[in-house]
């Protein structure tokens, strides 16, 4: 059983920074990716970033690239953690966030992900 446990969410003024992390444990197999999503009130999930096992493969949104940073510590073999480092925060960015595993090729859709975290609330004041 995998298990995400997110991190670091908050409430930040417009142009501030955030650090998410995630938390996975259980059984991650080799060729699993790890990622986030957020979501809006109102509006379907998106994609947000993603990173490959090795962390030589990197993909953003276009909506926060530049302002993003996805990395991961996978020297732990029974634990990993990804990390999203947030900055020149927006409005627009408000959102849950959730973490994500899966394999590399469809990380950027939500069917390809195989394990979500529970969320944590990202909100940038105006």
């Known amino acids: 059983q995998v298990r995400l446990v997110e991190s670091g969410g908050g409430l930040v003024q417009t142009g501030g920074s955030l650090r998410l992390s995630c938390a996975a444990s259980g059984r991650i197999f080799s060729s699993a990716a790890m990622g986030w999503f957020r979501q809006a009130p109102g509006k379907e999930r998106e994609f947000v970033a993603a990173i490959s096992w090795s962390g030589e493969s990197i993909y953003y949104a276009d909506s926060v690239k530049g302002r993003f940073t996805i990395s991961r510590d996978s020297r732990d073999s029974a634990q990993n953690t990804v990390y999203l480092q947030m900055n020149s925060l927006k409005p627009e960015d408000t959102a849950v966030y959730y973490c994500?595993?899966?394999?590399?090729?469809?990380?950027?859709?939500?069917?390809?992900?195989?394990?979500w975290g529970q969320g944590t609330q990202v909100t940038v004041s105006s």
């Open positions: 994500t595993a899966g394999g590399w090729v469809n990380m950027a859709t939500p069917d390809g992900v195989d394990y």
